[in-house]
């Protein structure tokens, strides 16, 4: 597509419960990025990936949070065991890939309450 | 210490006024965006400046990559343009594409 999707829009949990995002980045684009935005004006970079290989993944918590990007599906993020410091807006953007021109493009982003 | 750095915090104008919000950072850079987060959420792509100069309608961006530094220009204010700023940086100490944010520029435009 023309944009990067993410679904839901909204997402609340019980704390202890999973909960798993989706991201569509725009068709041609071999790069996926994952952002945490806590706290309305804090971002935080997650993970990254170029195609459905991890590419840096030092800011995802070690223990509760995975994601992945397959072939032929939207990427996902899931968070095992939910704390309520996990509610948050998740953004999802991607790019081209190519170096000079890395422009990233953002999904309308997931609010993730946790109860 | 903090690497990307954006100044004022907040900023009221009335409508039809002009502004500068600023982006230090401290290294050198592959990539740099402007965003402007609406009242609802949504994070808009404004600018990608890693140097040089750009104009889009009322808004203009320069960045001096040499000097560390980003300016956003706002002229003849509307109050659609209320929302936050984002500044974010893609150092070149950094892996590949990953984006700093500042803090943010707060702003508030009145009728």
């Known amino acids: 597509g023309e944009e990067v999707a993410q679904t839901p829009k909204h997402l609340v949990r019980g704390e202890g419960q999973k909960a798993k995002l989706y991201c569509a980045p725009i068709?041609?684009?071999?790069?996926v990025f994952w952002y945490q935005q806590v706290l309305k004006n804090e971002f935080k970079f997650l993970i990254s990936f170029q195609n459905e290989n991890v590419f840096d993944e030092t800011g995802m918590p070690k223990e509760r949070f995975s994601a992945k990007c397959l072939p032929n599906s939207p990427c996902s993020l899931e968070i095992q065991a939910t704390k309520l410091e996990d509610s948050a807006v998740y953004f999802c953007?991607?790019?081209?890939?190519?170096?000079?021109?890395?422009?990233?493009?953002f999904g309308p982003g997931t609010r993730l309450t946790v109860l | 210490g903090i690497q990307v750095e954006q100044s004022p915090p907040d900023l009221i104008l009335q409508e039809g006024a002009n502004s500068t919000l600023r982006c230090n950072f401290s290294?050198?850079?592959?990539?740099l965006q402007w965003f402007h987060q609406n009242p609802w959420g949504q994070l808009i792509n404004l600018f990608y400046i890693p140097s040089g100069t750009k104009q889009n309608g009322r808004l203009s961006a320069t960045t001096v990559a040499t000097e560390r530094y980003s300016l956003l220009y706002i002229s003849s204010s509307q109050t659609t343009d209320s929302g936050v700023y984002f500044c974010a940086v893609e150092m070149t100490t950094d892996s590949w594409g990953k984006l700093q944010f500042g803090a943010g520029t707060q702003v508030v435009v009145t009728p």
């Open positions: 068709k041609g684009h071999s790069y």
């Open positions: 953007a991607s790019n081209e890939g190519r170096r000079t021109a890395n422009e990233q493009f």
């Open positions: 290294d050198s850079v592959n990539n």
